[in-house]
């Protein structure tokens, strides 16, 4: 019987979702997708808990989408199918009534920091390293990239993260507030178990009530965004561009992007 790409076990009222590729950083595919879901709806359905903690077993948080499966579609899906149904996993993140610490090291790349995002608190550990690498696909983050960040830190930074593709590490993501908390790798587990479970110890119905008091600060505007982004990132995966960069990534070239 395969090994399940995605574990989940209860801990003193907290839901523990752990990312369990780590061979491959915890790289997304169409099979960890789904079981990520079924871990979702399992920790939110469940009286019993009443915080979740994401993590990644291994080296890495979650490096993205898995790049030998990019642009896979499974079942002849649409792209704006397969796009929206991924955003409406972190959807079902903003919209949960319980609180989601994310505990992130090593790789946090994509789709894998999107998730995180999504997340209501973060805590890094030292050696994590942040990065939204759509761009230099010719497509842009779309599941919450370019909203949760200007959420969180601003229009500028997000522009310069986005727009660069550039990797952020830990004491910098604490600076400009993309993480909470910064801890040595081998204390993460147990700080964001730590933070979970004093969560976890609180009234249900006001954590509940407090997370969705909060969130209509930023919540509706993010939630108009990413389905903007499904528009935006279902356009760009005609482009030409987007193609080449395929094509480059195979034959390990630099892209030569033409603006269409």
């Known amino acids: 019987m395969a090994k399940p790409t995605v574990e989940q076990r209860l801990e003193e009222g907290v839901g523990i979702v752990s990312l369990?590729?780590?061979?491959?950083?915890?790289?997304?595919n169409d099979e960890m997708s789904a079981e990520l879901r079924q871990a979702f709806e399992w920790a939110f359905d469940?009286?019993?808990?009443?915080?979740?903690?994401?993590?990644?077993?291994?080296?890495?948080?979650?490096?993205?989408?898995?790049?030998?499966?990019?642009g896979h579609r499974a079942g002849d899906e649409s792209d704006f199918a397969f796009v929206r149904r991924a955003q409406d996993g972190r959807l079902s993140m903003l919209d949960a009534?319980?609180?989601?610490?994310?505990?992130?090291?090593?790789?946090?790349?994509?789709g894998g920091l999107e998730m995180a995002l999504a997340a209501d608190m973060r805590v890094a550990a030292d050696d994590v390293r942040l990065r939204l690498p759509e761009i230099r696909y010719g497509i842009l983050p779309d599941?919450?990239?370019?909203?949760?960040?200007?959420?969180?830190?601003?229009?500028?930074?997000?522009?310069?993260?986005?727009?660069?593709?550039?990797?952020?590490?830990?004491?910098?993501?604490?600076?400009?507030?993309?993480?909470?908390?910064?801890?040595?790798?081998?204390?993460?587990?147990?700080?964001a178990l730590r933070i979970a479970k004093q969560l976890a110890s609180g009234p249900p119905l006001a954590i509940a009530m407090a997370k969705q008091l909060i969130d209509q600060f930023h919540g509706e505007s993010v939630r108009r965004g990413i389905r903007e982004e499904l528009l935006a990132q279902s356009a760009l995966f005609k482009t030409e561009d987007y193609q080449e960069a395929r094509s480059a990534l195979r034959e390990k070239r630099s892209p030569r992007y033409k603006g269409k």
């Not at 469940?46 to 990019?70: K, M, N, Q």
């Not at 990239?145 to 993260?161: C, D, E, N, R, V």
């Open 20 to 28: 369990n590729r780590p061979d491959k950083h915890n790289a997304l």
């Open 46 to 70: 469940t009286p019993e808990v009443r915080c979740v903690l994401l993590r990644g077993e291994g080296r890495s948080f979650c490096s993205g989408r898995d790049t030998t499966v990019l």
């Open 97 to 110: 009534p319980k609180p989601i610490v994310a505990a992130m090291r090593g790789h946090v790349i994509g």
């Open 143 to 191: 599941t919450g990239g370019t909203q949760f960040l200007t959420a969180l830190i601003g229009p500028s930074k997000t522009k310069y993260l986005v727009m660069s593709g550039q990797a952020v590490e830990a004491e910098q993501a604490l600076q400009w507030g993309i993480v909470d908390w910064v801890v040595a790798p081998e204390a993460l587990d147990e700080e």
